[in-house]
């Protein structure tokens, strides 16, 4: 069994956590909304930080909390790397020993993954000798991560970790965490509130308001269920694409996606050929046609599509769920949708003004 289950009934004064949790062992999940609604509740649940009298969390096939029977296993014995919003490092240690502080706690037999790996793959091996207060704040979040590392963790919980970090250290930061994911393979608990990191991070997100898991789905089904469109902010992102490269035109500087056997065009890229990229797409840069058009037309993105539904946004716009071999919205008028006629089934083209690397995205 590969999945996370946990169930939490948290009472205080102000505010209470029901949460009912069902996500894979596998990928960043994470989970995401307004500040407020328990986000870091439940990551401090999940760890033992927090010890509540209904709660129940099976790993794997590891019950770690079940107060039915009286069970619940303190964060030391749980195989759990936890990062803070704030670093914590110790000012009175340099790099090196902050990053071997969990290290050397832990027996030589649990250790499955070593100070050159981490030290590799967060990029800090010129750090090594300095002490904290010489870092920077991106700098500081890096080491911090390390050292949950290389705790050996199942499972690793990141709450907010962005948080305080301004725009540029965040965007250094981002591709060091898909990193540690991507080779070390562990599952990754991620919380936020903010979207272009959910855009950029997440396989999976559960959606939480006022103490309520609200959605889980994947990144996409969640961004672009109608349902939940007003729960992400102003983005209104129409689509988040996993692709790969086939190709680079140098003479107009482009690079070429392939994306369910259809092509994509983005600004020219330093990727190599065969390498994944994800791309967003704003459902403001979506128009539809029905029917193949033999005008030349500037549009370089045009994707077959079948419309799902259809739901009214305002008086003037409608947002239309397509299916292009994933899902993807379309934010268009409500006089261009009785002018064409569409209707749930219909078969059209999505003409896509924009397609935007997820790395270009801003607060």
């Not at 010489?134 to 970790?161: F, K, M, N, W, Y």
């Not at 690079?255 to 092509?263: A, I, M």
């Not at 209707?343 to 924009?354: E, N, Q």
């Amino acid at each position: 069994m590969s999945r996370l289950l946990a169930r939490f009934a948290v009472r205080f004064p102000a505010f209470h956590l029901d949460v009912d949790l069902d996500v894979p062992l596998s990928g960043i999940t994470a989970i995401f909304g307004p500040s407020g609604s328990g986000k870091t509740t439940l990551l401090r649940c999940l760890a033992g930080l927090e010890r509540v009298p209904h709660g129940f969390i099976q790993f794997g096939n590891d019950v770690w909390q079940d107060e039915k029977r009286s069970l619940c296993l303190p964060l030391y014995k749980r195989p759990v790397g936890y990062v803070f919003q704030e670093p914590r490092l110790f000012p009175h240690y340099n790099v090196r020993a902050n990053l071997l502080y969990g290290y050397t706690r832990i027996p030589s037999e649990a250790r499955r993954i070593a100070l050159e790996q981490v030290v590799d793959i967060l990029g800090i091996g010129h750090l090594l000798d300095r002490r904290i207060h010489h870092l920077s704040g991106g700098e500081q979040q890096r080491v911090a991560i390390g050292r949950a590392l290389l705790t050996s963790p199942e499972l690793l919980l990141l709450d907010e970790p962005l948080a305080s970090l301004d725009i540029q250290r965040k965007q250094e930061l981002l591709p060091f965490i898909r990193r540690l994911h991507e080779e070390l393979r562990i599952p990754v608990i991620y919380v936020s509130h903010a979207t272009n990191e959910i855009l950029q991070l997440a396989d999976c997100v559960v959606l939480l308001k006022e103490g309520t898991v609200v959605g889980v789905g994947t990144l996409n089904e969640m961004l672009t269920s109608l349902r939940f469109r007003g729960s992400f902010g102003s983005h209104r992102v129409g689509g988040v694409l996993e692709t790969h490269v086939i190709g680079h035109d140098s003479q107009y500087r482009l690079t070429q996606l392939e994306f369910k056997g259809q092509s994509l065009f983005v600004p020219l890229q330093p990727v190599s050929v065969g390498q994944s990229v994800r791309i967003h797409i704003f459902s403001n840069d979506v128009s539809l046609v029905v029917g193949r058009t033999h005008s030349p037309t500037s549009v370089l993105n045009i994707l077959e599509a079948t419309i799902l539904e259809i739901q009214e946004t305002d008086q003037s716009s409608v947002d239309v769920l397509l299916d292009i071999g994933a899902p993807l919205v379309a934010s268009i008028t409500r006089k261009s949708l009785v002018n064409l006629g569409l209707k749930p089934g219909h078969r059209v083209f999505a003409h896509i003004k924009a397609v935007a690397l997820n790395e270009e995205l801003v607060e």
